[in-house]
């Protein structure tokens, strides 16, 4: 492998040039809520591209009460490395639940067919709120519904 280093600036000298860090994009966050009008998430990151799809939870100790993570596209999820169980609810592109994993324990993987993209929320929380496949969620920005 050759490798090389630009040593010839504009200023005349003959330091490195070091490229500077881009600044990491901070995840956009949007609010889920039922067709019922229940508050399923009501802060919500939302990790579309690969780097912060694959990350997900991992290094997290939980979520809090109100908070979740759409991964989009997301077939199927794994919770290798996590550190506590979750709720994973699977919707197709028309934003209809396909199916749930309650209290998805760390080491395991869940899919769905025809899903679209995965929302991970703290366990139990779709049991508590009635969540069931054929549901429609609607996605809103954050700032918007405040």
Same mark, same amino acid.
Do not use: N, Y
């Given at each position: 492998?050759?490798? @090389?280093?630009?040593?010839?600036?504009?200023?005349?000298?003959? !330091?490195? =040039?070091?490229?500077?860090?881009?600044?990491?994009?901070?995840?956009?966050? =949007?609010?889920?809520?039922?067709?019922?009008?229940?508050?399923?998430?009501?802060?919500?990151?939302?990790?579309?591209?690969? /780097?912060?799809?694959?990350? %997900?939870?991992?290094? !997290?100790? *939980?979520?809090?009460? *109100?908070? *979740?993570?759409?991964?989009?596209?997301?077939? $199927? /999820?794994?919770? +290798? @490395? #996590?550190? @506590?169980?979750?709720? &994973? &609810? +699977? /919707?197709?592109?028309?934003?209809?639940?396909?199916? /749930?994993?309650? $209290?998805?324990?760390?080491? !395991?993987? &869940?899919?769905?067919?025809? $899903?679209?993209?995965?929302?991970?929320?703290?366990?139990?929380?779709?049991?508590?709120? %009635?969540?069931?496949?054929? #549901?429609?969620? &609607?996605?809103?920005?954050?700032?918007?519904?405040?």
């Amino acid at each position: 492998m050759v490798a @090389f280093l630009a040593t010839d600036r504009d200023d005349g000298t003959d !330091r490195p =040039v070091v490229a500077r860090p881009r600044l990491r994009r901070l995840p956009r966050t =949007v609010r889920v809520v039922a067709d019922d009008g229940a508050v399923v998430c009501a802060r919500c990151e939302v990790a579309e591209r690969m /780097i912060p799809r694959m990350r %997900g939870l991992l290094g !997290r100790d *939980g979520l809090g009460l *109100g908070e *979740g993570m759409l991964l989009r596209p997301a077939p $199927s /999820i794994m919770t +290798f @490395f #996590m550190r @506590f169980p979750i709720d &994973v &609810v +699977f /919707i197709d592109k028309a934003q209809t639940i396909v199916k /749930i994993a309650h $209290s998805l324990r760390p080491w !395991r993987t &869940v899919g769905a067919r025809r $899903s679209a993209a995965a929302l991970e929320l703290p366990a139990g929380t779709a049991a508590a709120l %009635g969540l069931e496949p054929g #549901m429609t969620l &609607v996605l809103a920005d954050d700032a918007t519904t405040q």
